[in-house]
């Protein structure tokens, strides 16, 4: 059982977590990515499509110094290109994102067209790959496993970063190629783990209501 101490511990980390957008050059000890992704491996995942291939998740932990980021960090400029062109599709007509599009496609437009990095001399970059499944469910398995992963780096009072494009890299060949699993067969997330410049501050809360329902 979980005592009242617990609980209060749990909610101070959660009201810790925030997303960092600059990193020192200080790379996380291996031991505490190693406990990073111990937490990521507990997540819950379609338990029925896991017993299609031998090893269900996989992760790739790339440093600072490994060519693989520049490659990265080109390939996300690449998807965000072709993520914003589908969305300017779309918005011809959608409603919504006609009236709410414009934030989410000025950020793909500064990465795509003016070269922006979406993350900066990382100094240590976890990808995560999942097994698509019959379910598809990857992307909601991968979103457990990134929470974990952020609530434990929180706890080990280190700074996280979600590089959400990575999401759409699942038909990318040369992405694919570049950790030898199949194009198509995988859904991808990824995160940047190390130590922030300067304070985060606490995450601002969402505008929210609840509602207990009779």
Known sequence: MFTKEDNLIFDRIIEKRSTCRSFTEQIPSKEDIEKIIE???????????AKAVDVFRHFYVIFHDDPRMDVIDRLIKEQSAIDLNRRLEEKKTDPFLQENGERVEKLWENVAKNGESTFPNPPCMIVVAEWRGARRAERQSLAHLMENMWLKATALNLDFQIISVTENMVDNQEFCDMFHLPVGMYGFHACVVGY????????????????FEA
């Open 39 to 49: 937490a990521g491996k507990l997540a819950p995942y379609a338990s029925i499509d």
């Open 196 to 211: 922030a410049k300067n304070s985060t501050g606490r995450n601002a809360r969402c505008t929210s209501e609840v509602h």
